[in-house]
């Protein structure tokens, strides 16, 4: 079956304590990417990945680090989490290829994070 | 840059009745245009797309058309049920390198239907 994995679902912790948020693919594509949901606001990416060792920053990437050393697994990295980073994060891959922006993306199940 | 706007919600319906969720876009391209759907406890799904002016997406009940005279892709369905209750999202995507998307969201609209 065909999935994007995250974890942990949730996860509750305290401001400056570092943390990751492990995302997994089993669809082999290129293109990775993780997004913060929060009220009001839709969903803003914050750092994206074309292939291994090609990332980018989206449009909220303060804060936030990644990494992308095997196809399959893209983490979501914070050094020093701070309250304003409470947030339900999703994780979600695509192909790439062709001339037209219409691969759908698929999405994780979320990781619902509270920094204190 | 490119925007989405979707209506306020929570929208609240009776089992059965219409459904529209008003989506218009701002974009500088040719952008394809999608609708998520976001069950409680999960992730997006898409739910239906379009990739040029006047497509009609298609799943579910659920129609959008295209259109780029009005930069708009509403969401209808004719009689929806109780477990259409979700978060929808409107959704565009431009091309960036190598053709993969990056898609720009609307704010979500909560739909509750009630029996």
């Known amino acids: 079956e065909a999935q994007v994995t995250q974890n942990p679902r949730y996860l509750i912790t305290v401001t400056g304590k570092k943390l990751t948020v492990t995302c997994s693919q089993n669809?082999?594509?290129?293109?990775m990417s993780w997004y913060r949901q929060d009220p009001g606001l839709g969903l803003r990416q914050i750092y994206y990945?074309?292939?291994?060792?090609?990332?980018d920053k989206g449009d909220v990437p303060e804060g936030y680090k990644v990494s992308r050393k095997e196809k399959r697994n893209f983490p979501l990295i914070l050094e020093s989490p701070s309250p304003n980073q409470t947030s339900l994060y999703f994780c979600?891959?695509?192909?790439?290829?062709?001339?037209?922006?219409?691969?759908?993306?698929?999405f994780g199940d979320g990781t619902r994070l509270s920094i204190l | 840059g490119d925007s989405v706007t979707q209506m306020e919600g929570p929208v609240t319906l009776s089992e059965e009745a219409c459904l529209t969720i008003?989506?218009?876009?701002?974009?500088?391209?040719?952008?394809?245009l999608f609708w998520y759907v976001q069950y409680p406890g999960e992730g997006l799904q898409l739910l239906l797309k379009?990739?040029?002016?006047?497509d009609k997406g298609s799943n579910k009940g659920f129609e959008a058309t295209y259109r780029k005279e009005t930069t708009s892709f509403h969401l209808e369905k004719g009689s929806v049920q109780v477990s259409d209750s979700a978060v929808y999202f409107c959704?565009?995507?431009?091309?960036?390198?190598?053709?993969?998307?990056?898609?720009?969201f609307g704010q979500g609209t909560r739909l509750t239907i009630n029996p």
């Open positions: 669809m082999n594509h290129e293109y």
């Open positions: 979600a891959s695509g192909r790439t290829g062709g001339t037209r922006s219409n691969q759908p993306q698929h």
């Open positions: 379009a990739t040029k002016a006047d």
């Open positions: 990945s074309m292939n291994v060792e090609v990332t």
């Open positions: 008003n989506c218009t876009y701002t974009a500088t391209g040719y952008p394809s």
């Open positions: 959704a565009l995507s431009d091309r960036i390198i190598q053709g993969a998307q990056k898609l720009v």
